[in-house]
C-alpha cells in the first residue's frame, strides 16, 4: 500500500488514534492505540466503516460524509467514538487529505478524562456554591435570632438601672450594658458580613444632610474620646455640598468602624478627621476621608493582612482590645460599593491613617464650566501627617513631660477618690507616654503601680504612685515646681 509509515512502530505507539479511510468511508488502516481503545482486533476495525465508529458524527449518505469530511479539516473538532461493545468516548479529532490518494488521515485525542474531572470539578463548585449559600443563610438567622434575647436582657436591665440606687450594683448592670452592646455590634458585623459575601447588599441612596451626619458621627465617639482624654479635631472642607445623595447608614457604619479603631487603639494622644471634595462633576461628588491617630501602630508586615475576614494584626490584639476581625473587612467591602478604596499607612508605635474615598451624587447638577477637579487629596494627607505624634511620645519631650504632668495630677486624684476604672485608664496611657524611655525600671514601676490600681488597693497604689513620681522626676526633672 501507499502508506507503508502507518505500520512503523511510530505510528502504533503514538497516544493517538489514528486511522486511514477512504472516500467511501471504509476504514483502510488503524494503529494499535485505535484497536485497543475501541477494543477491536486490527483486522477486525479495517472491515468497519467511519459511520459504525463515529455513528453519532459522520454521516450514512456518500454525498453527506465527503461534504462533512471536508467540513471537519477546517480545525479540531468533538465527536464520540464507539467501542465494539457499543460504549462510547469522547474524542479531539484532527482530518486531512492525503496526498496522492484517495483517502483521509483522522488523528483522535482522547479527552474523556478531561471532560470527566471538567464535569467533577463543576460539581464541586456547585456543591461549594450551595454550602456557601446555606452558611450564610444559617448565619443570617442564627444572627437574627440571637439578637432578640440580647435585646431582651439590655431592655430589662436598663430598667434595672433606673431603679437601683446602689454603686456596687449599678457598676455591674453597666457591665452588662456594655457587654450587650458589644454582643449587638458583634451580631451586626456577621450579619453585614455574611450580607456581602452572599451579593445581597445594596447600597440604598437617599438625599442626606452631610454636616449633619458627620455631627452625629462625632457626638457618637465624644463620649469615649472625653473618657480617655484624647485631643480630637475635626476638619472639613466647605465646599462640599451639604446636601448629598448616598448611603448615608452605610457611610457611617464606615466612619464609626474606622473611629471606633482609631480610639480603641490609641492610650494617649489624638485622634483626626478630615475630609476633602476631590472632584465635583454634573451631579457626582468625590469625597476623601482621613482618620488619623497616635495609637499603637501597625508593622508594614501586618498591614497585609488589615482588610482580611477574621484578620486581626495578631492574637494579643484580640485578647487585649476584643473584636471579631470584620470591623475593616466590611469597611473595605462597603468603599468599594461606594465605588472607592481604601488605604493605611502606619508604623509600629507611631500611630495609623486610614483614608478611604466614596462617589456620592448631589442634588444640584453642575455644568461644564462648574465641574472641577480639587486638591489631590493624598498628596495632602502626606504633607500634613506629623501631627506630633512622635514628640508626644518621645520620653522628656516638652509634650511628652506636660502629658505626663497632667495624666499623673488626674492618676492621683482617681486614687484618692476611689475611682478605680478612670485610675486604671490613666495608668494604661502612662505606659505609652514612658515606653519610648527604654529605662526598664521606669516600666517595672509603672506596672507596678497599675496592679496595685487592679487591686483597688489604696495603700499600695498611693505607694507606687510616689515611687514612679520619684522616679520621673529623677530621670526627666521635677514637672511640677518647674515654671
Known sequence: MEFEWLNSRIADETMELVLLFNEEGSILYGNQTAAVRLEYDREKLTRCSMSQIFRQDFPNSPDGFISFVKKCMKGVNEMTMYRSNNSCFSVNVRIFPQDGMDAYLLLAEDISAQKNMNMRIRELKEKESENYRARNEFTANVTHELRTPVNGIKGHVMELVEEVTDPGQKKTLDIVLSCCDNMLTIINDILDFAKLESGKFVIDEKPFDFQEMMDKVIATHSAAINKKELHMSVDIDEKIPQRLIGDELRLTQILNNLLSNAIKFTMVGYVNVVVGMTRRVYDEVELFFMVRDSGIGISQKEQDRLFQSFSQVDASITRRFGGTGLGLAITKQLVELMHGDIHVESEKGKGSTFSFSVKLKS?????????????????????????????????????????????????????????????????????????????????????????????????????????????????????????
Open 363 to 483: 442634588e444640584q447638577v453642575l455644568d461644564d464650566k462648574q465641574s472641577q477637579v480639587y486638591v489631590n487629596w493624598s498628596e495632602y494627607m502626606k504633607e500634613e501627617s506629623d501631627q506630633g505624634a512622635d514628640r508626644l511620645m518621645q520620653f522628656g519631650e516638652a509634650e511628652n513631660r506636660d502629658e505626663l504632668k497632667k495624666r499623673m495630677d488626674k492618676l492621683v486624684l482617681s486614687i484618692e477618690m476611689g475611682a478605680w476604672d478612670k485610675a486604671e485608664l490613666l495608668a494604661s496611657t502612662l505606659k505609652a507616654l514612658i515606653e519610648s524611655s527604654g529605662d526598664e525600671d521606669l516600666k517595672r514601676q509603672e506596672l507596678r503601680m497599675e496592679m496595685a490600681i487592679r487591686k483597688s488597693n489604696y495603700d499600695k497604689s498611693m505607694d507606687m504612685y510616689g515611687r514612679l513620681k520619684d522616679a520621673i522626676t529623677e530621670r526627666i526633672g521635677d514637672l511640677w515646681n518647674s515654671e
